[in-house]
C-alpha cells in the first residue's frame, strides 16, 4: 500500500520560476515529513523536514508547507535554478516508530536554463 | 567521513544465482537501513537494524531475501535465488539517535543496480 503518494513523476520548469512539488499522504499517524533529493548515480540526500506542529519551514530557496486536514504537503523552490534539476521524494515517518519511513515514488525535476 | 559505502555499484547477474549485495554504515551511526528503489513504488524500506539487531523485516519481499548484520560496520543484502524481477536500485542507508529518542535524517550511499537476467 501506498501510504505516501506523489502523482506527478515529472515537472518541469524555468529557470528563476518556481518549481511547486507536491505529496499525499493516507496515514494520519505520520507526523515528521522530508523532502530528499537524488541526483543520478547518486543516493538520496536530505533536503529538508516538517514536523506536524507546524506547518511551514523555510531554509534558503526551499520552504515546505504542511496542510494536516487535507493530509498534503508541498515543497517550493524559489527560483528554480537547472542544479536544482533532479528526483525529489517525499517521505514521511509516525512518532512511535520513526525509523519506519515511508516514501513516495519521486517527482523528476527538470528546471530549463 | 566518507559516508555510506556500498558496493559492487552494479551487478549483472543471471536468474537463479546468488546475490550479495556490500553495506558500511558511517561510522557511529546506531541505525542501518536496506531500501529498493523501483520506477513503480519508489523507495521501500526492507529491514532496518539497530545496533546490529534486526528489527523490522516486514518490507521484505520473499524468503529469497536475507540480510545481516555481523557488527557495526558491515552488513550484507542476500537475495537466494535471485529472480528478474528483483532488478532495481538498492540503497542503504544509516542514521544516528539524538537526544530524546527521535532519528536525525537518514543518509544514503550510492546504491547498488542490480539486473537479473
Known amino acids: 500500500d501506498q501510504q505516501v503518494k506523489q502523482n506527478s513523476p515529472s515537472l518541469s520548469v524555468q529557470e528563476g520560476r518556481i518549481s511547486i512539488l507536491n505529496c499525499d499522504y493516507t496515514?494520519?499517524?505520520?507526523?515528521?515529513f522530508l523532502w530528499y533529493k537524488k541526483y543520478p548515480a547518486e543516493g538520496p540526500t536530505f533536503l529538508i523536514s516538517i514536523s506536524s506542529i507546524k506547518d511551514k519551514n523555510e531554509d534558503g530557496r526551499f520552504t515546505v508547507f504542511l496542510n494536516k486536514s487535507a493530509k498534503h504537503l508541498s515543497l517550493h523552490i524559489v527560483p528554480s535554478q537547472p542544479g536544482d534539476s533532479a528526483v525529489y521524494f517525499c517521505a514521511a515517518s509516525a512518532r512511535d516508530n520513526n525509523n519506519d519511513m515511508r516514501f513516495g515514488a519521486g517527482t523528476r525535476l527538470t528546471v530549463k536554463p | 567521513d566518507a559516508g555510506v559505502i556500498q558496493s559492487p555499484r552494479h551487478e549483472v547477474t543471471e536468474m537463479g544465482q546468488e546475490v550479495t549485495l556490500r553495506c558500511k554504515p558511517i561510522?557511529?551511526?546506531?541505525?542501518l537501513f536496506w531500501y529498493r528503489q523501483t520506477m513503480m513504488r519508489g523507495l521501500e524500506l526492507l529491514i532496518y537494524?539497530?545496533?546490529?539487531?534486526?528489527?523490522?523485516d516486514s518490507g521484505m519481499p520473499e524468503d529469497r531475501f536475507s540480510a545481516k548484520m555481523p557488527n557495526a560496520s558491515f552488513s550484507t543484502l542476500k537475495i537466494q535465488p535471485s529472480e528478474p524481477r528483483d532488478s532495481a536500485v538498492y540503497f542503504c542507508a544509516s542514521s544516528l539517535l539524538l537526544a530524546g529518542g527521535v532519528n536525525n535524517e537518514q543518509f544514503f550511499g550510492p546504491g547498488t543496480r542490480l539486473t537479473v537476467l
Open positions: 561510522s557511529g551511526h546506531d541505525y
Open positions: 537494524f539497530n545496533n546490529n539487531v534486526p528489527i523490522d
Open positions: 496515514n494520519s499517524m505520520f507526523d515528521y
